[in-house]
């Protein structure tokens, strides 16, 4: 099994669950390291009871993970078609990036390949939810939360600048459950107007702070999107400078103090919660019971409480974007 993207909580619940289910069979189990690196290197390692032990709280991922894509590298596809030939299946855990090489694989020439939903995003379609999503909205919930102080403390305007690349999931979950005054997510026209009229709104009624929570990906008026792509051309949005482009415009309106505090790393960092943990095993396990059975080409998903398996394709096929009516329930707490 490999691990690719971005590392996730809940990572070592899925490899735990997926060797512990294959065991049962009488399989052996494998890490590729390093995500599709490991595949186009033929990097492989075994995996046994002391390399499973004790990982189910950890953060991260024991195997290791990068952001290869192996077309678009120079015989990187025929390294991973090499090494095809020492496994009888291979259980991509990713997201996006990583989930559509394995379609793509699969569909080309006919891999042994099975998927699993992994990103803090919550963008991948076909499920309702992944794992690692519930651990950076706990994360970021939190930060809402001791922003509010801060702010109140200092009559200022805070902006909180989530992750969240094409989809604002991250951002509408915990600015919804951490009481924010306002919430900017990639899938709506960013207008500053309306952000300082939401600030002065409260002003009025005699709150002389805000919390503005702003995903990363955010299509800001004026800002273009160059710079430094990944291999899969992703523009790195980090660099972007999204919640102090939103602090400063608010500022200029308002006259408020307006500071910026960026969550980064650690939304994604860390113990898992219950919930990713079981979701996480969850979907291991549908993984394992799909290579058992030879099925090959599908993705685990969660639909409504119950773990089944849908198409990689249509999971690859489009991110799964925060719909209207998700911001519309937000926006009644706008101001």
């Not at 919930?141 to 805070?158: G, W």
């Not at 400063?248 to 103090?257: C, I, K, L, P």
């Not at 095993?281 to 119950?306: P, S, T």
Request: charged residues 25%; aromatic residues 6%.
């Amino acid at each position: 099994m490999l691990t690719g993207g971005g590392d996730c909580p809940g990572l070592n619940a899925v490899i735990r669950a997926v060797c512990r289910r294959l065991w049962e069979h009488g399989h052996e189990t494998v890490a590729v390291l390093n995500g599709w690196r490991g595949m186009v290197d033929t990097n492989l390692k075994p995996l046994g009871w002391d390399e499973i032990s004790g990982i189910l709280p950890k953060g991260g991922t024991i195997i290791g993970t990068s952001r290869t894509n192996p077309y678009k590298l120079d015989g990187g596809v025929d390294g991973v078609r090499t090494t095809f030939e020492q496994l009888d299946a291979l259980v991509a855990i990713g997201g996006e990036d990583t989930l559509g090489v394995a379609a793509k694989l699969s569909s080309e020439f006919e891999l042994p390949v099975v998927g699993v939903p992994k990103t803090i995003d919550n963008d991948l379609n076909g499920t309702d939810y992944t794992f690692g999503f519930d651990t950076a909205v706990h994360v970021a919930t939190e930060a809402v939360d001791r922003c509010h102080s801060t702010a109140e403390s200092h009559s200022r305007i805070l902006v909180v600048e989530t992750m969240g690349r094409h989809a604002g999931w991250i951002a509408l979950f915990s600015g919804i459950a951490g009481g924010a005054d306002y919430i900017l997510i990639p899938e709506q026209q960013v207008n500053f107007d309306d952000v300082a009229a939401a600030v002065e709104r409260r002003s009025s009624r005699g709150k002389n702070f805000s919390v503005v929570v702003a995903s990363e990906g955010c299509e800001l008026p004026g800002v273009a999107d160059d710079g430094e792509v990944d291999e899969f051309g992703h523009v790195r949005v980090e660099n972007r400078a999204v919640g102090e482009t939103v602090a400063n415009e608010v500022e200029s309106r308002t006259g408020m103090q307006t500071r910026a505090t960026v969550l980064g790393y650690i939304q994604r960092g860390g113990s898992p919660t219950a919930r990713d943990r079981i979701l996480g095993l969850r979907f291991g396990l549908e993984a394992a019971d799909l290579v058992q059975q030879g099925k090959w080409g599908r993705m685990a998903a969660l639909h409504g409480d119950d773990v089944v398996s849908v198409p990689l394709t249509e999971a690859t096929a489009e991110l799964k974007l925060v719909p209207q009516s998700w911001y519309d329930t937000a926006k009644t707490f706008f101001g």
